[in-house]
């Protein structure tokens, strides 16, 4: 069944984007939003129409949100049709994102709201293999869809598909029953999905918040004409927002809830906490001669990642994203990823992911406009399959070079905004000396350590310029000293303890 949405399927092109000011109030949003609840694979996807993109082609995009961070790619030859898709690192039973050699594609969400699945039948990962191995058509995957109805499916899911009509749809399947809808009958040429179906139960929608911010950013490439692969990678898959709240630019200076200075939570953002994996798979242009549909993948966190095209027409997949083992690229996602969390789960610093962006994304746009400038050339002359292996190769080989040398040493990428406070002596190894440039109002300050967490809070009296204070069970380390009430980060201390 085929639909036009207009409540949850788009924004209207006038509507004005909230402003939430109040960090305390934007904590509680989130936090409400997020209690629509989650299942384990919450991912996050768009189907774009060529209609909608910048440069008319159909796009699907997937996040993949799941425990396990080991992902790859492969190059398929077990099926009739050969295929791209991505992994579990050592796992070929299932594929959770691919494109095949006739230009179709599928991505998947879970949905929590369109009933149970089956007892028997196939699994999202095993339907989206099967699909990639044996169809060229949207057309074809429905027809497939008729036929599990009556067998069954055992994952609820949102099936984004895209083929080389040009067309992109969504098809929301429960365990016996779906529902489709085509982007290029929505109001703005696109849709995205959380973790529930718009034809399911609206009272259960879980990941609202990513749905939402979602919508927000989207519409605003779409209005700006920059709807494209590059647009949904950098400002949508990266997204550390929620619906009205803008942390950008980056470092994020303020204190969001009950998060240290500078940290943002990430269990309801589009770049979740679990996010492994960023597909942006582009399809066929209708007017384009030469088919080169590609696969931009990040193998890792998208915030702390960088995006590789990779083709089907090459024929493999470069060692550094497919392995043998966990591939390289993956392996150092998972080093940068802990290092903007601070070794945990508890929020991501944005101090220390800021540097991050001004390293790694100017590869990454080197890496689009490389990518263009070859695909210019090739739709004049088709290249040989090494020749396409080759360039993905080596801009792989960049990206692992860029990862080796970046410097996580915590210590020197925590900023120092200004000098309004002196500590003398630094490094100190017992009672420490703070001069204030300027007198003081009655207020705090505050000291954290290297992870964010404050370890303790000194009072200010009125007009005070220099006070001394002697720590108590302080361990030895670097911390940061904060004032209140404007909660600016001041300066750093290096303290020995004796």
């Known amino acids: 069944m085929c639909r036009k949405r207009l ?7 006038n509507r004005a984007k909230p402003k939430l000011r109040n960090p305390s ?17 919450a991912c996050t996807i768009g189907a774009f129409s060529f209609g909608a993109t910048q440069n008319h082609k159909p796009i699907l995009w997937k996040n993949r949100d799941i425990s396990n961070p080991d992902q790859a790619v492969y190059f398929f030859t077990d099926g009739r049709y050969r295929y791209l898709g991505l992994v579990y690192a050592g796992d070929s ?10 230009g179709f594609a599928i991505i998947n969400s879970n949905s929590g709201n369109i009933g149970p699945g089956a007892s028997n039948g196939l699994d999202d990962g095993e339907v989206m293999k099967y699909a990639l191995q044996n169809y060229v058509s949207i057309e074809e995957f429905r027809h497939f869809l008729d036929s599990t109805n009556k067998t069954g499916r055992r994952t609820p899911s949102n099936f984004g598909v895209l083929d080389s009509t040009g067309e992109a ?28 179906s718009m034809s399911g139960d609206s009272t259960h929608q879980s990941g609202l918040a990513r749905y939402l911010r979602g919508l927000e950013l989207a519409q605003a490439g779409y209005q700006q004409g920059i709807l494209d692969a590059p647009y949904i990678i950098d400002k949508i898959a990266r997204d550390l927002g929620s619906p009205g709240f803008d942390p950008y630019p980056l470092p994020f200076r303020d204190t969001l809830g009950s998060y240290p200075y500078g940290f943002l939570p990430t269990t309801a953002s589009i ?21 080169f549909p590609r696969m931009w993948t990040i193998l890792g966190e998208p915030c702390a990642g960088i995006a590789l095209p990779l ?11 497919n392995g ?5 690229i993956c392996d150092w996602a998972k080093l940068m990823r802990d290092y903007v969390y601070v070794g945990s789960d508890f ?11 001004e390293k790694l994304l100017p590869l990454e746009s080197e890496i689009f406009n490389i990518t263009q400038a070859n695909l210019n050339r090739w739709q004049i002359e088709t290249p040989p399959a090494s020749e396409i292996l080759r360039f993905e190769d080596s801009l792989a080989q960049r990206v692992v070079e860029v990862y080796q040398q970046f410097n996580r040493n915590q210590e020197d990428t925590f900023p120092i905004d200004s000098p309004g406070i002196v500590i003398s002596p630094n490094p100190a190894h017992a009672s420490i000396k703070f001069i204030l440039n300027q007198e003081s109002e009655q207020g705090l300050i505050r000291i954290y350590n290297i992870s964010g967490r404050m370890v303790t809070q000194i009072s200010i009296a009125p007009g005070t310029k220099l006070f001394t204070w002697t720590p108590k069970r302080l361990s030895s380390g670097i911390y940061f000293l904060s004032t209140e009430p404007n909660r600016n980060i001041k300066t750093k201390f290096h303290y020995i303890r004796n």
């Open 93 to 102: 039973s299932r594929v959770w994102a691919g494109i095949n050699e006739k």
């Open 347 to 357: 929020g991501l610093n944005t101090f220390l992911l800021a540097p991050i962006y």
């Open 324 to 328: 043998p083992g966990l591939p390289k």
């Open 169 to 196: 749809t969504i098809f929301e399947a429960g365990g016996y029953q779906y529902e489709r809808f085509d982007a290029s009958k929505e109001s703005l040429g696109f849709m995205l999905r959380a973790n529930y």
């Open 7 to 13: 409540g949850f399927g788009a924004i209207s092109r």
């Open 25 to 41: 109030v934007i904590y509680f949003i989130i936090c409400l939003l997020g209690q629509f609840g989650s299942i384990s694979s």
């Open 311 to 321: 083709f089907f027409a090459a024929g493999a997949v470069p060692e550094p994203m």
């Open 271 to 291: 770049n979740r906490y679990r996010t492994r994996a960023c597909v942006v798979i582009v399809g066929k242009g209708l007017n384009e001669t030469n088919n």
